[in-house]
């Protein structure tokens, strides 16, 4: 059973910095492309960046230049580096890793999703 693990939500200050890391379990021999998503009050879920198995990256505009998205293939983990964070970064963001791969075949696989709220 394939699961994801966020970590390093939390409360910061408008300019300020988080790292969020996800951590992939189970009996996992690959995944294509791990990413993070957010969601903010009374909005859809949009994605933030998501990064290939090779190390290819894409961002969604409003995070180019502040945000990073780095992978471990080793350890099954993806991480996102927020700076100059602002209030309109406040969301739940959530890790998805999309074309695991299992004993079972390929799916696609969310986190439970951690907090991320920036004060003015």
């Known amino acids: 059973q394939v699961q994801l693990v966020e970590s390093g939500g939390g409360l910061v200050q408008a300019g300020g910095s988080l790292r969020l890391s996800c951590a992939a379990s189970?009996?996992?021999?690959?995944?294509?492309?791990m990413g993070w998503y957010r969601q903010a009050p009374g909005k859809q879920r949009e994605l933030v960046a998501r990064?290939?198995?090779?190390?290819?990256?894409n961002y969604v505009d409003s995070v180019k230049g502040r945000f990073t998205i780095s992978r471990d293939n080793a350890k099954k983990m993806v991480y996102l580096q927020m700076n100059s964070l602002t209030p309109e970064d406040t969301a739940v963001y959530y890790c998805?890793?999309?074309?695991?791969?299992?004993?079972?075949?390929?799916?696609?696989?969310w986190g439970q999703g951690t907090q991320v709220t920036v004060s003015s």
């Open positions: 998805n890793a999309d074309g695991v791969a299992t004993a079972g075949g390929r799916g696609a696989y």
């Open positions: 990064i290939t198995s090779g190390g290819r990256t």
């Open positions: 189970g009996v996992i021999f690959s995944i294509n492309v």
